[in-house]
């Protein structure tokens, strides 16, 4: 079975564009997490879509925006890149939407570098 | 509000020896505990979880953790480190049906042949 895939693995891009990474989950996880690691600041939780919907957001500017398609994969765009968006960003996925009991299953990640 | 704090931002211990990773978290009620690990390069894989079963938790490649209400704590242990087990260490507190996990800074654990 396959697991939570992303792309691109690597991006790099200068300062006030745009880049869009991409998430498949597992088949028939509903609910898609985005999460951004940083250098020096952990893992910080950014959004969660389930059934299509945005269900929660972390505590990132508008230009951090998603959606979640059909299929349950899903898309997060950063607008007006800016340096301190360089990091890894980690998609994950689970069945439903708990997670009292569920667990989060991640992709390798990707990789955006704003220069 | 939940938190959790990892004790130790690096653990340096040698092949065979116990590992301990500390972990202490604070919840306004029963919370749902985990242990992620990421190794190099990779994403995140989940090593135990504690959701209000058993105290003493069982998980991949021989770690358990202990959940210790009383300490508010969570600490992960191992008997005897390998090699592979070198990497970074999250523990993680959930909030229910927010969709949101709470992760700790991380420990990175080196183990010295």
């Known amino acids: 079975e396959a697991g939570v895939t992303q792309s691109p693995t690597h991006l790099i891009k200068t300062r006030g564009q745009q880049a869009t990474l991409r998430c498949s989950p597992i088949s028939g996880h509903t609910s898609v997490y985005w999460y951004q690691q940083a250098l020096g600041l952990g893992l910080q939780f950014l959004l969660w879509?389930?059934?299509?919907?945005?269900?929660n957001r972390g505590n990132f500017p508008p230009r951090f925006s998603g959606r979640q398609f059909p299929n349950y994969s899903s898309e997060l765009n950063v607008n007006a890149l800016e340096l301190e968006d360089s990091a890894l960003y980690l998609c994950?996925?689970?069945?439903?939407?708990?997670?009292?009991?569920?667990?989060?299953?991640f992709g390798e990640g990707s990789r955006l570098t704003v220069l | 509000a939940q938190s959790v704090t990892q004790l130790d931002s690096h653990v340096s211990v040698s092949e065979g020896t116990p590992v301990l990773l500390r972990c202490n978290y604070s919840s306004s009620y029963s919370p749902s505990l985990f242990w992620y690990v990421q190794h190099p390069n990779k994403g995140l894989q989940l090593l135990l979880k504690y959701t209000s079963a058993a105290t003493l938790v069982k998980g991949i490649n021989g770690f358990e953790a202990e959940f210790k209400k009383s300490e508010t704590s969570f600490h992960l242990t191992k008997p005897s480190a390998h090699m592979s087990d070198a990497a970074e260490y999250f523990c993680v507190v959930s909030y229910r049906q927010g969709g949101k996990l709470i992760f700790g800074q991380g420990t990175e654990l080196s183990v010295k042949p």
């Open positions: 994950a996925s689970s069945i439903g939407r708990t997670l009292n009991t569920g667990e989060l299953f």
């Open positions: 879509y389930d059934e299509g919907e945005e269900r």
